[in-house]
């Protein structure tokens, strides 16, 4: 088993920026890939951004490519999400996930799962 905390969600203005950790706990971290995912309401949870295990891979959705960054520290067994130029439309909750191995970018994939933390993006 995998536990995964999300912290440093908040209320945010639009432009600003929001750093997100996700702590991970149990087998080792260095070993999974991990994610981060969001939801808005009534919308589908959508992925974001994904980093392999070794940190040398990163993936992210066209929506926020070139404004969020994803890295790691498999020393602190954390995971980070740094969101600049923040935009209404990325007001969500944020989770954090988790994938033995490969660095997917599908929900399904991932075996374990933070309990979310919100961000919200006022104009």
């Known amino acids: 088993q995998v536990q995964l905390v999300e912290s440093g969600g908040g209320l945010v203005q639009a432009g600003g920026s929001l750093r997100l950790s996700c702590a991970a706990s149990?087998?080792?971290?260095?070993?999974?890939?991990m994610a981060w995912f969001r939801q808005a309401p009534g919308k589908e949870r959508e992925f974001v951004a994904a980093i392999s295990w070794s940190g040398g891979s990163t993936y992210y959705a066209d929506s926020v490519k070139g404004r969020f960054t994803i890295s790691r520290d498999n020393a602190k067994n954390t995971n980070y999400l740094q969101m600049n130029s923040l935009k209404p439309e990325d007001t969500a909750v944020y989770y954090c996930a988790a994938d033995y191995g490969t660095t997917a970018q599908a929900a399904r994939e991932y075996d374990y799962w933070g309990q979310g933390t919100q961000v919200t993006v006022s104009s």
């Open positions: 149990g087998r080792p971290f260095m070993r999974y890939a």
